[in-house]
């Protein structure tokens, strides 16, 4: 290098910079673009984390609307039991695209649930409240495990996000 006159030695500095610059920020480009797609991930998450939200709220509603119709018997209860179950129905079929076991298993401890309830009003109907309240306290257990699915499912949408 002490052969080369000082303006070659400037030049071959100056292409070095350069390509240190140029390396540098193909570097930094990719790692933003790494960067911007696990935003898009965990945004899609949020999505989906929304979604199981709602599922779990609409089932805490039908689940109150479906006692409060067992115990009075009310054409509104049913209406806004089946328009809860109708949400619930809407956000797990998008939630089933992401976690289709769990959402299966979600809809049996909701059939059995549903099944039990229905058939607790029908037994409050004909005047029976002690089977109505023996079919009430076997559909509360699978809502119980109907809920806690949802939650599980929520907790591990929500892990996903932050990793």
């Known amino acids: 290098m002490a052969q080369l006159s000082i303006r070659t030695r400037l030049i071959l500095l ?26 898009v991930r965990a945004a899609d998450r949020l999505d989906v ?4 939200n ?14 409060n ?5 009310l054409a509104l209860s049913e209406r806004n039991a089946a328009t809860a179950r109708q949400q619930m129905e809407n956000d ?15 809809r049996a401890e909701l ?4 099944g039990l309830a229905h ?20 559909a509360s257990l699978h809502s119980v495990a109907a809920d806690r699915l949802l939650a599980n499912i929520v907790a591990q949408l929500t892990q996903e996000a932050f990793a």
């Open 54 to 67: 709602g599922a779990q709220i609409a089932f805490g509603e039908m689940r109150y609307w479906l006692t």
């Open 119 to 138: 058939k607790a009003v029908d037994e409050y109907t004909n005047d029976r409240r002690v089977i109505g309240n023996s079919l009430l306290a076997q």
């Open 14 to 39: 100056l292409g070095a910079l350069l390509l240190f610059l140029l390396a540098s920020n193909s570097y930094l480009n990719h790692k933003l673009a790494d960067n911007a797609a696990g935003m």
């Open 92 to 106: 797990l079929d998008g939630l089933a695209l992401h976690r289709p076991r769990a959402v299966a298993q979600v």
């Open 111 to 114: 059939g059995q649930y549903e």
């Open 49 to 52: 984390i929304e979604e199981a």
């Open 69 to 73: 119709l067992a115990v009075s018997m």
